[in-house]
Every structure is written in C-alpha cells, then in structure tokens.
C-alpha cells in the first residue's frame, strides 16, 4: 500500500491530509486499485475504486431473496449509480459519492446510516415518521423477511456485484467530448 502523509487538505487547506493507494485482487472481477484521502484535521474524506483493466458500461441488477444474498460482493465507483427500487432510495454520483468494496449489506447499511441521520435531524414530524417506516423495511430486508433489489449502474464500467444470480446488461459508452 502505497500512502502519502502531510499533504494540503483540498478543503480546509492544512497539511494534514493522507492519501492511500492499494492494489487488490478481488475474485470473479480481476485487478483494482482502491484509492482513499482523508484530512485529520476537517474530517474530509473521499475514496474510489478503479478496475485496472478497461471494462464497459454496464448496468447490474440482482434480486436479494435471503439473508444469504446479504453476503454478496459489491464493488461500487464513484461514477456509479446504485438504487434500490423497493424502497425507493437512490444514491447518483457526486462530489461526495465514494467508491468502494463491500457486499450487500454493507450497501445497506450505508442507506441505513442516511435514514437514520434524517430521522434524528428532521424537525417535522411526517419526515420522522416517514424516516422511522422506511427504517423498518430495511430491518424486513436484513432479516430476509421481503426481498429487494439493488441495481448499480457505471458509464465507466468500474462497479459490478459478483454473483451468478446478477443479471448485467451493457450500457451504451458514453461519447468522447
């Protein structure tokens, strides 16, 4: 792993900030690099993934029947788009979108974190009870009482949920500028 220490933080200027560059290996999906930032001092973070080899765009739906399904590896870009229909939530890429490697549940768990951060700062009540209501369909899912399905979408191709059960369709490239 290959990390820098000491270098000016992009948001609040201090050198304080550590970048981090690792090479994995991850079964059924080939070479990647993860790389990663974050500042000590503000907090700031950011990190992606990137498939070492060029991939094409391509769109990933897979139908979580069980708590079983739950352990599927999910690799997720920063470009990519990932939803999840049942429950109508939808994370697009951003400035602060992350890549990552983890599986379903660690998807989960992260529109967890966000309803959970809504709840508890939402001053109007129809927001925390609407917040509390979609907390219990994601409990129903972790305990594989209703299924779900999570779709990840990547113009650039560096995403993909490993599992034979993913249906994956090509996306059409996008066009040089």
């Known amino acids: 792993m290959e990390r820098l220490e000491k270098q000016p933080c992009p948001v609040c200027g201090k050198k304080e900030l550590t970048l981090m560059e690792d090479e994995m290996d991850i079964p059924f999906f080939g070479k990647a ?30 139908k979580v029947s069980n708590k079983k399904d739950m352990d599927v590896r999910v690799v997720k870009s920063s470009t990519a788009i990932v939803k999840i229909p049942e429950l109508r939530m939808s994370v697009t890429p951003g400035q602060s979108s992350d890549g990552y490697v983890s599986n379903v549940e660690g998807v989960l768990q992260r529109f967890k974190k966000v309803v959970e951060e809504e709840r508890d700062s939402a001053e109007e009540e129809d927001i925390r009870k609407s917040a509390k209501n979609l907390l219990k369909k994601i409990w129903k899912v972790e305990c594989g009482d209703i299924p779900m399905t999570l779709v990840i979408e990547d113009p650039n191709g560096n995403s993909a949920i490993i599992s034979d059960k993913a249906v994956i369709e090509k996306l059409k490239a996008k066009k040089s500028s």
Do not use: G, H
Not at 42 to 52: N, P, S
């Open 33 to 62: 690099y993860v790389f990663s930032m974050k500042c000590s001092s503000c907090d700031y973070a950011l990190a992606d993934v990137e498939a070492a080899e060029l991939r094409d765009p391509a769109k990933y739906t897979f």
